[in-house]
């Protein structure tokens, strides 16, 4: 909704400012009061008017209005008055405006129907005033009594009518009356264009005419008024004039509606420009801005960004919250769609609620009412979310009308739902009804046509119609680009005249899902197989720009709402491999799937690389990263005081206004990266991934990849070797994942109480899960060390306890189980290329740095601290930890902080200095916010560091480690992203450049695990790689365990993600090494010769 300037400020720094500006005025004042130059002080108050600074202008009005009422020149004492209402009204002072009002209305010394003009300006005044308040009825009455007064004594040519006509244009299109709303802007532009001082009031009232027709929807028409506008303006106003910057704003908020983001966007950045300069950051129009800019950022999937604007615009709301609550009521709304969108559905339907019960404006009301029925309709409630789309449908017909673009939408919304719920009887005719709204309110090339095309074509394809359903989808494609105009299906329009790519990403997958299901009911055309596979191609490239334009958290949602669409492609590309058989058709596959694997870690790692290696200066590097970490810093702030039990809101809204500041200069920075520096640009967008070849020349003989894609009915299965490759499929039964489930409970299974038939149970399902992902490949794996890459729920199996033959079962035996960890070493990666790009070996000149931390479980909690700090207070000490440590640091060299010593700040201080980082300490994990889950380190008295390594953190270090060995609970533990795996905490090790971690997969035994470790670290002090060194460590311990702790939790938790060679003793410590044999060497020889020596 479009809405004529609201003007705010924060009362205390208007008053605060006013008062600093006194001492500039004295000299003036001086001279007014020596020299009596009533003219020139009136002039230089109307400059200041005319300029925007309304604060002196008040200033010289008072002082001005006072010397009138000592001469008793009651006359212009009113109309220095009425000056001061429109100064204090542009300030939203709507007491001072009320006070003015009363000294002119109760002044006995006149009788201000002796003064018509003024009088006529008093109640022009009293009626705008009344409109800021929202008493149109009020408003209107006032006004054409101050119109009716003027014509009588100066005629229909008076041109000051203008700006009367102008409110009542206003006011009427609040009412909803648009005739009468176009009507007096008419009759206000007519008046202005017949005089050639009044350009600027021109511009206003064009504009104001603009916001009807895009009320109306017609929004080429109001683009057409506002660029009038601006082109006006421009001629006659300075570049920072802030009538600039609200036509700026209309221009922002029309070219969003016309899904124009990088043209609105801009526009909104113009006008926050001038509005911060000329009014300062709590200018209550910048909260319009800020809002607008949310909505763009929503459209854009940019929801962190979408967040901050909100958070700032309510920031600013909230300074008078009165005169800004249909705002505010915008605001919950818009909050509401980024927490529907993150799936939080009670939290959404919150916000959606609470701007319900404060919203006012028609078109407002309909849009959420529709935003709670999509809210019960993703918790299954149905018959809820029904009734709330059809209350969408009445409201908006009763209050809007049937031409009204907004019964369009809700005409749209009810037509999807229901589709995606079958009832497609029902749907078309809504369908159809939206259609032709929406040709009546927008142009044929629209986003928002599109859209409705796009649905008609899922509704043939809910219908099994696919060649209707292509059709319609072809139609979409042609409305959303600005030149495409094939209607042949088998035609794709280019990317680059798409007026939104996130919409032709949907129509490409729509179309793609289309093509597939054809040639699967016409197996012997594979020319829909082919169109498919061209569909997927081409969609890959858009969705890979649009996740690399949006910033981690959105990157996540973006891939987790989009990957599963990609499941029919692995479908086709399988078949395209079976009807090739050929390496391409095996390359572009692996290529295919390779692309959503871990993409977002492997995309926010080639971010950091092109900081790094895209030529930016230094100081730069270093500018970025301290403003990343200053923005990490705030959000944690804000996090944790959001936990507390009584949170200090105060602080929360200092902190939201310097994380605005500091995140603003960040993008900017960002910004800059992209537009100066090439070789930065083209790091960042590059999307490459590694092929099929380049993994063969990067695998020791002796290893294989066995790379999985898991749907919900087909397991896909890569196996490459340094000299083969292979794609198989399997089809899944209904008792898949049951089994994987049993195997997922080993953690949690009271296993003391094991009996046969429990164990029977866990070897029948090992065996089975086996068998699916393994018997294609079986033959191939002799001998190998196997690099498993999981996905889905297979990311929480530990692979190596996996039985592959099957016992006889007549007794609890799980010590002699023909574990796969006695046949192959087993590692793991996120991705093939994330492995292979990570694959460097480190060397520092240290070896171990290893972290033992002290917990008191008897601390006693204070009732006013956080839950977290509660929870830690609880948290068991790891008795066998320090023996853990102890036990590395009788192998290796290094340093160890351990009890009181083993801190957050000393980890931070010393962690870059290390070969191997070995942490043996609890966890908290964090699955609603992993970027929140963290390592806790020993509470201390520390003013810096708060004792909790939260993942986010670790993303910040700069890791020269080869390995990383995380001794702690459920470090690799987390929840599953779609396409990304599992949100560990071992990611942000990957990120901060580690290229080898060891992590646990559930909480480990602390007695187990230490057996376990100081094996590992022993074996690699032989040279052997990590997955070997693990495999042996954890055959060792089976050896010798007792049959209950044989029991795989007590061993199979420990998993060996990343690089896996050896590793790499220093080129220091070898120079040294080679040094000292020499000197020892030449010592030896110098003292046999002196022996020889007569």
């Known amino acids: 909704m479009f809405l004529p300037k609201l003007i705010g400020k924060y009362k205390m720094l208007v008053l605060v400012f006013a008062f600093m500006q006194f001492a500039q005025h004295q000299e003036a004042l001086a001279q007014f009061q020596v020299d009596g130059k009533i003219r020139d002080i009136a002039l230089m108050a109307e400059d200041f008017m005319a300029q925007s600074k309304y604060d002196s202008a008040i200033f010289y009005f008072r002082v001005l209005a006072d010397q009138a009422a000592r001469d008793s020149n009651w006359q212009t004492q009113i109309q220095f008055h009425l000056r001061l209402i429109e100064a204090y009204r542009s300030l939203d002072l709507f007491n001072e405006t009320d006070s003015c009002l009363a000294i002119i209305e109760s002044n006995t010394n006149y009788d201000i129907n002796l003064f018509p003009l003024e009088k006529a300006e008093f109640l022009h005044q009293k009626g705008t005033l009344k409109g800021k308040r929202r008493n149109y009825l009020e408003a209107i009455d006032y006004l054409n009594q101050s119109v009716k007064i003027r014509i009588e004594k100066n005629g229909t040519a008076d041109s000051v009518l203008a700006k009367s006509y102008n409110n009542l244009g206003a006011y009427y299109y609040f009412l909803g009356e648009l005739d009468k709303s176009i009507d007096f802007y008419g009759k206000a532009i007519k008046i202005v264009n017949e005089s050639k001082y009044q350009k600027k009031e021109l511009a206003s009232y064009i504009q104001n005419l603009g916001i009807v027709y895009a009320g109306m929807g017609d929004f080429e028409k109001a683009l057409n008024y506002f660029n009038n506008t601006l082109t006006i303006n421009e001629e006659i106003l300075k570049p920072d004039d802030p009538a600039i910057a609200d036509i700026c704003l209309n221009l922002g908020r029309l070219y969003s509606l016309l899904s124009r983001f990088d043209e609105a966007l801009e526009n909104n950045d113009k006008a926050e420009q001038i509005y911060i300069k000329k009014f300062g950051i709590d200018y209550s129009s910048l909260g319009s801005i800020y809002l607008n800019k949310s909505a763009i950022y929503i459209k854009l999937s940019e929801y962190e960004d979408a967040v901050k604007y909100l958070n700032n615009a309510l920031n600013i709301y909230n300074l008078n919250p009165s005169a800004n609550e249909p705002n505010i009521a915008r605001i919950y709304n818009n909050l509401g769609l980024v927490y529907l969108t993150k799936k939080d559905y009670l939290l959404a339907s919150d916000y959606f609620q609470k701007s319900l019960d404060i919203q006012k404006d028609a078109s407002s009301r309909s849009i959420l009412l529709r935003n709670i029925a999509s809210v019960y309709d993703k918790l299954g409630e149905k018959a809820e979310a029904d009734r709330f789309f059809k209350q969408s449908l009445a409201f908006s017909l009763k209050e809007l009308g049937e031409n009204h673009y907004e019964y369009g939408n809700a005409l749209k919304s009810y037509g999807g739902f229901l589709v995606n719920n079958g009832k497609l009887k029902e749907a078309e005719s809504y369908i159809q009804k939206a259609l032709n709204n929406h040709n009546v309110n927008y142009a044929e090339r629209n986003v928002n046509l599109s859209e409705i095309y796009l649905l008609y074509g899922r509704y043939f394809y809910t219908a099994k119609k696919y060649k209707e359903a292509l059709e319609y989808y072809q139609k979409a494609m042609i409305s959303n680009d600005f030149v495409f105009s094939d209607l042949n299906i088998f035609q794709n329009a280019s990317t680059d005249n798409a007026i939104s790519k996130s919409s032709m990403l949907d129509i490409l997958l729509a179309k793609a899902k289309a093509f597939s299901y054809l040639y699967s009911s016409e197996k012997s055309d594979t020319t829909y197989l082919d169109a498919a596979l061209k569909c997927y191609r081409e969609a890959m490239p858009v969705f890979e720009q649009l996740r690399s334009q949006l910033k981690y958290e959105s990157k996540l949602i973006l891939m987790e709402n989009t990957i599963g669409h990609f499941d029919i492609a692995y479908e086709d590309f399988f078949e395209n491999y079976l009807k090739h058989q050929d390496a391409e058709a095996l390359k572009s596959t692996f290529e295919f799937i390779e692309k959503n694997k871990a993409a977002v870690l492997l995309s926010s790692m080639k971010d950091m690389d092109a900081i790094k290696f895209g030529g930016i200066p230094v100081e730069y590097q270093k500018l970025e990263r301290e403003l990343n970490e200053r923005i990490n810093g705030y959000e944690n702030l804000i996090y944790n005081q959001k936990q507390v039990r009584k949170p200090d809101s105060s602080k929360i809204v200092l902190w939201e206004k310097r994380l605005f500041e500091i995140s603003n200069r960040y993008d900017s920075l960002i910004k800059v990266f992209g537009e100066q520096y090439p070789a930065y640009y083209d790091l960042k967008y590059d999307h490459s991934v590694i092929n099929i070849n380049e993994v063969q020349v990067n695998l020791d003989e002796d290893q294989a990849i066995v ?65 699916t992902l393994f018997s294609k490949v079986e ?60 694959n460097v070996s480190k060397t520092n000149g240290n070896s171990v740095l290893a972290f033992a931390p002290a917990y008191d479980s008897g601390i006693r909690s204070n009732e006013n601290e956080s839950t977290l700090r509660q929870i830690t207070n609880q948290l068991r000490p790891l008795v066998n930890a320090q023996e853990e440590v102890v036990n590395v640091m009788s192998l290796f060299r290094g340093t160890v902080f351990n009890n009181d010593e083993a801190t957050e700040f000393n980890f931070k201080l010393n962690s870059p200095k290390y070969d191997v980082l070995h942490l043996a300490m609890h966890t908290l994990m964090n699955d609603e916010d992993p970027m929140y889950s963290k390592m806790v380190f020993t509470m201390d008295n520390d003013s810096i560091e708060d004792g909790y390594l939260n993942t986010f953190e670790i993303y910040n270090l700069n890791l020269n480690a080869q390995l990383a060995v995380l001794s702690a609970c459920n470090t690799g533990s987390g929840k599953i992203l779609n396409g990304e795996g599992i949100m560990s905490l071992a990611r942000g090790f990957i990120y901060s450049g580690v290229p080898s971690i060891v992590m646990t997969l559930w909480e480990v035994d602390d007695k187990s695990g230490a057996d376990i470790m100081t094996a590992f670290y022993s074996h690699l002090k032989d040279g052997l790689s990590k997955d070997v060194a693990l495999q042996k460590a954890k055959l060792d311990y089976l050896s010798t365990a007792s049959q209950l702790r044989a029991y795989p939790y007590f061993w199979s938790a420990y998993v060996n993600i990343g690089n896996s060679k050896p590793l790499q003793e220093s080129n220091t410590f070898n120079y040294l090494l080679v040094l000292g044999l020499l000197v020892i060497s030449g010592l030896v020889l110098f003292f046999l010769k002196r022996k020889k020596l007569p």
């Open 779 to 838: 033959g191939d794996m002799k001998d190998k060390r196997i690099i498993i890459v999981p996905d889905g729920k297979l990311g929480y199996l530990s692979f190596e306890s996996l039985v592959t033959t099957l016992p006889d079962m007549k007794n609890i035996d799980y010590r002699n189980l023909d574990y796969l960890i006695k046949r192959n070493p087993i590692s793991y990666s996120y991705s093939s290329t994330l492995l292979f790009k990570n």
């Open 707 to 771: 790379e999985y894609t898991l749907t919900d009915s087909t397991l896909y299965t890569f196996l490459i070797t340094p000299i083969s490759s292979a794609f198989y499929k399997t089809d899944l039964d209904s008792t898949f994942f049951r089994k994987l489930a049993i195997l997922q409970q080993v953690s949690k299974i009271d296993y003391a109480d094991h009996s046969l038939s429990d164990f029977s149970r866990y070897v029948m399902a090992s065996n089975d899960i086996y068998r």
